[in-house]
């Protein structure tokens, strides 16, 4: 298949880290991106990392590509309550450049 | 750099009309721009890629005389949703891909109200 998963949900105290997981199945991905959603608005790219990236790291966010196991994180340091939003990861297979994107994480940070 | 203006932000329409949405990439030359939407609480969904010049690639499942897109411009994409119904009522959100990278930068999105 060419399933994005994500978990729905994640509930973090202000100033801790979170941790957003997603998992792949197309191995020929290229690029793997972290997008960010507030309410009624559009996407905001956060980040992205290439295939044959370990990690990368932009101030307070740290991505983490596993790519043995199709699995990608985002840790967010320090979480503020404008951080909450909902986050996608998406895709990018190497033909072509369609995103496939997960169904997205509610992030909620409670103060 | 890369910002992409979508209008309108909120529409709201009566059944049987049509509605265009504009999708501009202000400050960089768009080759590929993209058309998604997206379903409260759920993910957004591809629903054609469009070309400069070209016809736009529709999804599996997306009505090419539903919804009438437009690529005339290396900045300017439509959307046109035909003889609107309440079932097409959605967020509708476009992004556009610059050449020199590998990324889509997105617009603000349109939320369609069809009464």
């Known amino acids: 298949g060419e399933d994005v998963e994500q978990s729905l949900f994640l509930s973090v105290r202000e100033g801790d880290s979170s941790v957003i997981n997603c998992t792949y199945t197309d191995s020929s991905s290229t690029y793997l991106y972290w997008y960010k959603q507030e309410p009624g608005a559009g996407l905001q790219l956060l980040t992205y990392?290439?295939?044959?990236?370990d990690m990368k790291q932009d101030q307070r966010l740290t991505v983490l590509l596993n790519k043995k196991d199709k699995h990608l994180s985002l840790r967010i340091a320090d979480t503020q309550t404008g951080d909450s939003a909902i986050y996608f990861c998406?895709?990018?297979?190497?033909?072509?450049?369609?995103?496939?994107f997960g169904g997205g994480t509610r992030v909620l940070v409670k103060p | 750099g890369a910002v992409v203006s979508q209008h309108p932000s909120w529409v709201i329409c009566k059944s049987g009309t049509s509605v265009k949405i504009e999708c501009r990439s202000l400050d960089f030359q768009a080759t590929t721009m993209f058309w998604y939407r997206q379903f409260p609480k759920q993910s957004l969904m591809l629903m054609a890629t469009?070309?400069?010049?070209?016809?736009?690639?529709?999804e599996q499942g997306v009505e090419k005389d539903k919804f009438l897109i437009n690529h005339a411009s290396l900045t300017l994409s439509t959307l046109t949703v035909t003889s609107a119904h309440p079932e097409d009522s959605s967020f509708y959100i476009c992004s556009a891909g610059r050449q020199v990278e590998d990324i889509q930068y997105f617009g603000a999105g349109t939320r369609l109200s069809v009464l």
């Open positions: 998406a895709e990018r297979k190497a033909a072509g450049n369609k995103l496939t």
């Open positions: 990392i290439f295939s044959n990236m």
């Open positions: 469009s070309n400069e010049g070209s016809k736009a690639t529709y």
